[in-house]
């Protein structure tokens, strides 16, 4: 069960204990020593698990758990010196899947990623779908969107709003919570940013901008995506009955 695996911790020696050990599973290890690079790495690189200090330079770790929470569901093994349950609990509570104290060993820690990559693996069999609204597809997995059967070309930020929006369909995002979602780390995002990647989605995936379908405004809340529709059960036809099968 070889992974690609992002260790952040900006003690080296510790590093490269856990690289070791994580390379004799047959795993691949990337090290960054801070959190921005965490960020950074995560977006570009797409690891398939992050261990991740807690005590980290330039962003703090537990910051970078809340933002990665956010984004992904990629599995968060969080590495604290920590003791306190009330620590514990804020981490997890941020998003991480499991935790390790330090002192830890490195036995265990390698036994705990396994547990969180077989987790991960079944909660990614069971997350296929494709979500439908109309006319409108959307593939997160392939980051792929149609309409109509016509693929759609999106940009990153086009398509992490309408990702955001889709994860719940039929509920009201805020602009801020759009912008703790899909641009994440970036703060410098302003509001009145997002309205215009809404207006660019809405020039690729509707058929009238002015009476959107599928990407809908909440005048003074945000934005929300349009409910799927219930598909209509058919009624058998009684037996006995005009076109009854004989």
Do not use: W
């Amino acid at each position: 069960m070889s992974a690609r695996i992002l260790v952040a911790e900006d003690d080296p020696k510790q590093a490269n204990l856990v690289r070791v050990y994580l390379e004799r599973e047959g795993h691949s290890v990337l090290l960054v020593g801070d959190g921005r690079a965490a960020l950074d790495q995560c977006r570009s690189r797409r690891p398939d698990l992050v261990v991740l200090d807690v005590m980290m330079p330039v962003v703090d770790g537990l910051d970078v758990c809340r933002i990665l929470r956010a984004e992904s569901e990629i599995p968060i093994l969080l590495l604290t010196a920590r003791t306190t349950e009330d620590d514990v609990l804020l981490g997890l509570d941020l998003g991480a899947d499991d935790y390790l104290t330090k002192p830890y060993s490195p036995r265990e820690l390698a036994a705990r990623v396994r547990a969180l990559l077989r987790r991960a693996r079944v909660v990614k069999a069971d997350n296929r779908a494709v979500l439908r609204v109309g006319d409108l597809e959307v593939d997160a997995g392939r980051f792929e969107v149609r309409v109509g059967g016509r693929p759609v070309a999106l940009t990153a930020k086009e398509f992490g709003i309408l990702e955001v929006l889709a994860g719940e369909p039929g509920r009201v995002f805020t602009r801020a919570q759009i912008i703790d979602r899909a641009f994440g780390f970036d703060h410098f995002v302003l509001e009145r940013t997002v309205d215009a990647h809404v207006m660019n989605l809405r020039r690729k995936i509707e058929d009238d901008v002015a009476e959107p379908r599928y990407v809908q405004t909440v005048y003074g809340r945000g934005y929300r995506l349009a409910e799927p529709e219930p598909e209509l059960a058919v009624a058998p036809t009684p037996e006995g009955a005009p076109g009854a099968s004989r």
